[in-house]
């Protein structure tokens, strides 16, 4: 195996791991109501209010891919899964991803998802990754009101540990090797002028803006859906409130991948 394939791999892994972040949201609001608008939601053609999905002037070129990258044909996005899964699962080691993904429109899916972290919500049919299995587990503290568990980590360990085996360093070349793809499934989604990677940094920085609550965060169950007791929490985006009930240790964890894929992804445009 070479130094670029392992690549392929290692760095699709983390911009999926960004759209479990979706994942993990939908599935932790269904599981107290179902809300019949999201199984209906088809890939979002509307950006955030808060975070542009098209600019003017592009913000983050990627340029030219590096010497020595493959210079093979890219598959036509329709048809691109299974070169995409083929190598991924070949590439996968120990199969924790193939558990996780959905292996239909692939890149698609990662795109659309990412897209919609920085909004109130993420329609399940275009998650890339299988939801978590088990139930939100909610504790209670020492006043008696509920607050998130931290054995919710259980239930985002597979997920954590994909993330983690990310040779961030094979970023670069991979993402311009590949970003056609996400390219021209950005203009897709309805962004005709649109640059995927200034959305893909947009949304890794609303990411790492999400606060960062010292302990279990309370809730409150106002109708049958557990929601955050304070206001200020309970307004924050599908994305941001994911990465708090991850907890904090894992959301320090996630936010120091997500700067490091940040780091190459913007320097590799300079």
């Given at each position: 195996m070479n130094k670029q394939s392992s690549g392929v791999?290692?760095?699709?892994?983390?911009?999926?791991?960004?759209?479990?972040i979706g994942a993990g949201f939908v599935v932790w609001q269904k599981e107290k109501a179902a809300k019949p608008q999201?199984?209906?939601v088809a890939l979002p053609s509307a950006a955030s209010t808060s975070i542009p999905s098209s600019?003017?002037?592009v913000q983050h070129p990627l340029g030219a891919a590096p010497a020595g990258a493959s210079t093979a044909a890219l598959p036509a996005?329709?048809?691109?899964?299974?070169?995409?899964?083929?190598?991924?699962?070949?590439?996968?080691?120990?199969?924790?991803?193939?558990?996780?993904?959905?292996?239909?429109?692939?890149?698609?899916?990662?795109?659309a998802t990412i897209d919609a972290l920085p909004k109130q919500s993420v329609g399940l049919n275009v998650l890339p990754l299988r939801t978590?299995?088990?139930s939100f587990v909610v504790g209670h503290d020492g006043n008696g009101q509920m607050v998130t568990s931290g054995k919710n980590?259980?239930?985002?360990?597979?997920?954590?540990?994909?993330?983690?085996?990310?040779?961030?360093?094979?970023?670069?070349?991979?993402?311009?090797?590949?970003?056609?793809?996400?390219q021209q499934s950005y203009r897709d989604l309805g962004y005709p002028d649109g640059y995927f990677n200034d959305r893909l940094v947009a949304v890794i920085d609303h990411l790492l803006a999400a606060p960062e609550p010292k302990g279990p965060v309370v809730l409150v169950q106002p109708k049958l859906r557990y929601e955050f007791a304070d206001?200020?929490?309970?307004?924050?985006?599908?994305g941001q409130k994911f990465m708090l009930r991850l907890g904090p240790d894992d959301e320090a964890r996630l936010k120091a991948k997500?700067?490091?894929?940040?780091?190459?992804?913007?320097?590799?445009?300079?």
């Open positions: 791999a290692r760095v699709l892994w983390v911009v999926v791991v960004l759209a479990a999201e199984a209906a600019a003017s002037a996005l329709g048809d691109s899964d299974s070169a995409v899964i083929q190598s991924l699962m070949a590439l996968g080691g120990d199969g924790a991803l193939k558990a996780l993904l959905v292996p239909e429109h692939v890149i698609p899916r990662i795109v978590p299995t088990g980590a259980d239930r985002y360990a597979t997920y954590m540990y994909v993330a983690e085996k990310i040779d961030t360093g094979a970023l670069v070349g991979w993402y311009k090797r590949y970003y056609p793809l996400f206001p200020s929490l309970q307004a924050l985006s599908a997500l700067r490091a894929i940040r780091a190459g992804v913007v320097e590799s445009g300079k």
